[in-house]
């Protein structure tokens, strides 16, 4: 069960000594309190875990000091849509709204190489009136002995030219704590210009005590991908790990799954799940053309696999796109097989709004 209480109602208050002091009679329930900052107020949320069924909703619900509860069942419990839930979906971040009813695009490149690529790539994102963008600081590799990012070397040129770009959020990888205080302290060192959504990857959709410390933070919101080897349902309970401990501020990223199956592409695109995704969670939905692909190859038709399988996730609701540039694909260390060149963003750019209006006109179409 999660109980919401009222805004101006706080863990000092009297309604919540009244609300804990019931609570305290069943041994075997215990409640966790968590802050959780929506938009323009702080809320009190508890999340009720154990034998919760002894417990009467109505009863809860009708103490003063409470806006609602939900009785969640046992799947994605903090993510997770419920019956009669009507907690809202999606946070802001940089004043930049994420959530299941709108798009941002995160093009950029898959790792940092040099302060030149960094810059050209940010100042071509403003041309282009584009605030958000992906740079790969901490690259997990395959080989042991492939280039394996910048780390910390790069944060402080990475974020100085964020800010002279207005670029407002940066999805970047981390694959261990000790990155999250790395990009804290080098935020802190540049006046913090700009922001960052952690991202955890598909390598370590399941490495639970990454998940647990990245979700202790609640400052920075975090892009999960899905495991490539593993069920969308173990994938999405994963993403639970982030919220159980406290933050909330979580995107899925579809970013395809590991077969032969799906040869020629790099992995199996798996965009068929955006709206599963949007049906079954609160998450805003994020799609990985880049990772799904992994090549430039094109159709008959002149357009490239990534740009189609993008307008896929695009016309199927997708709520961010997180996608490889580079400007000059033939020397980036990582990936550039995938990437797509600058001059091609105007063409991805249109592509995508033509995908997202003929969402939104699908979407009236369905309206009764
Ligand atoms: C990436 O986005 O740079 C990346 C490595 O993605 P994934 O974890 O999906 O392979
Ligand atoms: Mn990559």
């Given at each position: 069960m999660i109980i919401i209480l009222k805004p101006e109602v706080t863990v000092e208050s009297r309604e919540f000594q009244r609300i804990a002091a019931h609570l305290a009679n069943f041994r075997e329930v215990e409640a966790r309190v968590h802050h959780v900052q929506g938009t323009g107020q702080k809320l009190t949320e508890i999340y009720l875990i154990g034998n919760?069924?002894?417990?009467s909703l109505e009863e809860i619900r009708s103490f003063p000091g409470i806006d609602y509860a939900v009785r969640v069942s046992e799947a994605y419990r903090v993510l997770g849509r419920h019956k009669e839930d009507s907690r809202p979906c999606g946070f802001t971040y940089q004043d930049v709204e994420f959530g299941q009813n709108n798009l941002n695009i995160f093009a950029g490149?898959?790792?940092?190489?040099s302060p030149g690529s960094v810059e050209a790539m940010m100042k071509m994102l403003q041309e282009h009136g584009q605030v958000c963008t992906r740079m790969g600081a901490y690259k997990p590799r395959t080989s042991a002995y492939s280039f394996q990012g910048h780390g910390k070397h790069c944060l402080q040129y990475v974020f100085e030219l964020a800010g002279k770009y207005g670029i407002r959020v940066i999805a970047m990888e981390v694959t261990h704590e000790s990155h999250v205080d790395e990009i804290n302290q080098a935020l802190d060192r540049t006046g913090r210009p700009t922001g960052v959504m952690l991202q955890i990857g598909t390598r370590n959709t399941q490495n639970f005590e990454l998940l647990k410390s990245v979700g202790r933070q609640q400052e920075f919101p975090v892009l999960l991908k899905r495991g490539f080897g593993i069920t969308l349902d173990e994938s999405l309970h994963a993403a639970e790990y982030l919220a159980s401990e406290g933050n909330q501020k979580v995107v899925f990223g579809l970013r395809g799954m590991k077969t032969n199956i799906g040869d020629p592409h790099r992995n199996m695109v798996d965009f068929a799940h955006v709206p599963v995704v949007k049906r079954l969670t609160r998450m805003p939905v994020c799609i990985d053309p880049s990772h799904s692909v992994g090549s430039r190859h094109r159709s008959s038709d002149n357009i490239l696999d990534v740009m189609h399988v993008t307008a896929q996730g695009v016309i199927a609701g997708a709520n961010m796109i997180l996608v490889d540039f580079h400007p000059d694909p033939s020397v980036a260390l990582v990936d550039g097989p995938q990437a797509l060149r600058l001059e091609e963003l105007p063409v991805f750019l249109e592509d995508v709004r033509i995908c997202r209006e003929a969402y939104e006109k699908r979407l009236a179409n369905y309206q009764v």
């Amino acid at each position: 069960m999660i109980i919401i209480l009222k805004p101006e109602v706080t863990v000092e208050s009297r309604e919540f000594q009244r609300i804990a002091a019931h609570l305290a009679n069943f041994r075997e329930v215990e409640a966790r309190v968590h802050h959780v900052q929506g938009t323009g107020q702080k809320l009190t949320e508890i999340y009720l875990i154990g034998n919760t069924a002894q417990l009467s909703l109505e009863e809860i619900r009708s103490f003063p000091g409470i806006d609602y509860a939900v009785r969640v069942s046992e799947a994605y419990r903090v993510l997770g849509r419920h019956k009669e839930d009507s907690r809202p979906c999606g946070f802001t971040y940089q004043d930049v709204e994420f959530g299941q009813n709108n798009l941002n695009i995160f093009a950029g490149l898959c790792a940092v190489d040099s302060p030149g690529s960094v810059e050209a790539m940010m100042k071509m994102l403003q041309e282009h009136g584009q605030v958000c963008t992906r740079m790969g600081a901490y690259k997990p590799r395959t080989s042991a002995y492939s280039f394996q990012g910048h780390g910390k070397h790069c944060l402080q040129y990475v974020f100085e030219l964020a800010g002279k770009y207005g670029i407002r959020v940066i999805a970047m990888e981390v694959t261990h704590e000790s990155h999250v205080d790395e990009i804290n302290q080098a935020l802190d060192r540049t006046g913090r210009p700009t922001g960052v959504m952690l991202q955890i990857g598909t390598r370590n959709t399941q490495n639970f005590e990454l998940l647990k410390s990245v979700g202790r933070q609640q400052e920075f919101p975090v892009l999960l991908k899905r495991g490539f080897g593993i069920t969308l349902d173990e994938s999405l309970h994963a993403a639970e790990y982030l919220a159980s401990e406290g933050n909330q501020k979580v995107v899925f990223g579809l970013r395809g799954m590991k077969t032969n199956i799906g040869d020629p592409h790099r992995n199996m695109v798996d965009f068929a799940h955006v709206p599963v995704v949007k049906r079954l969670t609160r998450m805003p939905v994020c799609i990985d053309p880049s990772h799904s692909v992994g090549s430039r190859h094109r159709s008959s038709d002149n357009i490239l696999d990534v740009m189609h399988v993008t307008a896929q996730g695009v016309i199927a609701g997708a709520n961010m796109i997180l996608v490889d540039f580079h400007p000059d694909p033939s020397v980036a260390l990582v990936d550039g097989p995938q990437a797509l060149r600058l001059e091609e963003l105007p063409v991805f750019l249109e592509d995508v709004r033509i995908c997202r209006e003929a969402y939104e006109k699908r979407l009236a179409n369905y309206q009764v």
